[in-house]
Nanobody, 132 residues
């Protein structure tokens, strides 16, 4: 059974940092493209950081470059997202997603929420709230 379980969310002050974790099971992580997405009420789910399994390339939206860092530890079946210089606009539910590399050509494609389904998997999400 495929599972992705996010953790590490919470209440953080502006300017702080946060590392989110995604524990995966039920599939071979190294064969999957992975991504982090976030969603705020009233807005579509957006990709914030993604890694291709084909060449290890990484994609970040231009607006988030420099503050977000995605990483993976295939041996531990873990995916991470480090966020620095947090601000109120980072508030939202953060989701981890995975899709077999066979179906994803690029890291940028992985960061398109609509591309995850079918054949992809989502975690349940973890809430991140930025407030003083």
């Amino acid at each position: 059974q495929v599972q992705l379980v996010e953790s590490g969310g919470g209440l953080v002050q502006p300017g702080g940092s946060l590392r989110l974790s995604c524990a995966t099971s039920g599939f071979t992580l190294e064969d999957y493209a992975i991504g982090w997405f976030r969603q705020v009420p009233g807005k579509e789910r957006e990709g914030v950081a993604c890694i291709s399994s084909r060449d290890g390339s990484i994609y970040y939206p231009d607006s988030l470059k420099g503050r977000f860092t995605i990483s993976r530890d295939d041996a531990k079946n873990m995916v991470y997202l480090l966020i620095n210089s947090l601000n109120a606009e980072d508030t939202g539910v953060y989701y981890c997603a995975a899709k077999a590399g066979l179906f994803i050509d690029t890291a940028r494609e992985m960061c398109i929420a609509d591309a995850i389904s079918p054949m992809g998997y989502w975690g349940q999400g973890t809430q991140v709230t930025i407030a003083s």
